[in-house]
């Protein structure tokens, strides 16, 4: 079965970090299917996009966190994560993971809550 799970969510003080990761598994993906994009998405608004990776390792991110999120990843977990540091009040949101299995196809994680609050 396909198998996207998130994790790392929780409430950080603003200026903080926190790390959340992605980890796919199934007979569909494979070590080599590394990319996997982030979005999130706040109530009653639409789930906006905010950093891409692909299988390459190129990587792509929205300007409003240029410079302070980051996507590292593990080969050997089959993880990727999103690294978040000086986490504003605005990046309070649900984050979600889209994991690129082998055929390029994605597959989302079940979302996790990232709020920034003093």
């Excluded at 390459?56 to 990843?73: C, L, M, Q, W």
């Excluded at 984050?95 to 390029?104: A, D, I, K, T």
Aim: aromatic content about 10%; some cysteine.
């Amino acid at each position: 079965q396909v198998h996207v799970v998130e994790s790392g969510g929780g409430l950080v003080q603003p200026g903080g970090s926190l790390r959340l990761s992605c980890a796919a598994s199934g007979s569909i993906f494979s070590v080599d299917a590394m990319g996997g994009s982030w979005y999130r998405q706040t109530p009653g608004k639409a789930r906006n996009f905010v950093a891409g990776i692909t299988s390459g390792g190129v990587t792509n991110y929205a300007d409003s966190v240029k410079d302070r999120f980051t996507i590292p990843r593990d080969k050997a977990k089959n993880t990727v994560y999103l690294q978040m540091n000086d986490l504003r009040p605005e990046d309070t949101a649900v984050y979600y993971c889209n994991r690129l299995s082998e055929l390029g196809h994605g597959y989302w994680g079940q979302g996790s809550q990232v709020t920034v609050s003093a």
